[in-house]
């Protein structure tokens, strides 16, 4: 069956401080994947989506970057962390060109301070 | 892609029915529907998805009129652990990659 984690699952930064979170899909082989975020009460924003390799597409202009070295491995960056970063950070995977769900990990809750 | 519209928050009693209704006047012919549910601090799970007319599985049912320009979830009997936030999505197999997840509903089961 397949899986999907991430890591950490809460962090606290301080402003324009740097930024890592890291998803993994198991079970499955070229997935597509994406990260959303959502703030307090609020919907699901999706920030990037990938399927393949090297391949990202961003959703929303911001000082946030994705990164898909492996197929099933997601990376979500930042440089310098902003006020309006904090929020819970969810990755996703599906099966690609059809009409799949998504299926979510656990999210990274960030506050940044 | 196809925007969605959906109302803000709904309230019920546990035992009664719940229909959520999801407008999406500029579906696509290619385009399908998708209800997630989201529980506080975790990640949406999928509940249903559907092209036309209905869908029922073990724990919803999905209306989709011959339009095609709304969907209703229903929700059959609710209990109190029902009390999530429900989203609709419409995508197609021109957008499939994009999933772009609307504010959602907020459905409050009450004792």
């Known amino acids: 069956s397949q899986t999907i984690h991430q890591w950490p699952a809460t962090l606290v930064q301080p402003v324009g401080s740097p930024l890592s979170l890291e998803c993994t899909v198991e079970?499955?082989?070229?997935?597509?994947l994406y990260w959303y975020r959502q703030a307090a009460g609020r919907g699901l924003q999706l920030l990037f989506y990938?399927?393949?390799?090297?391949?990202i597409s961003s959703e929303v202009p911001q000082n946030l970057s994705a990164s898909r070295p492996q197929d099933r491995q997601f990376i979500l960056s930042s440089k310098k962390l902003l006020l309006s970063d904090s929020g819970f950070y969810l990755c996703?995977?599906?099966?690609?060109?059809?009409?799949?769900?998504?299926?979510f990990g656990p999210g990274t809750r960030l506050t940044v301070t | 892609l196809a925007k969605t519209t959906q109302p803000i928050s709904m309230d019920s009693y546990e035992g009664q029915e719940v229909n959520i209704t999801c407008s999406h006047n500029?579906?696509?012919?290619?385009?399908?529907i998708t209800w997630y549910q989201q529980f506080p601090s975790q990640g949406p799970r999928f509940i249903i998805q559907g092209y036309k007319t209905k869908v029922t599985n073990e724990v919803a049912s999905l209306f989709i009129p011959a339009d095609r320009k709304s969907s209703t979830l229903s929700l059959p009997r609710v209990s109190l652990s029902d009390t999530a936030v429900y989203y609709c999505?419409?995508?197609?197999?021109?957008?499939?990659?994009?999933?772009?997840f609307g504010s959602g509903t907020r459905l409050l089961v009450r004792p």
């Open positions: 990938s399927v393949g390799i090297g391949q």
């Open positions: 079970g499955t082989s070229n997935p597509n």
């Open positions: 999505l419409v995508s197609g197999m021109d957008s499939s990659y994009k999933l772009i």
């Open positions: 500029n579906i696509a012919t290619n385009d399908y």
């Open positions: 996703a995977w599906r099966r690609g060109g059809g009409w799949y769900e998504q299926y």
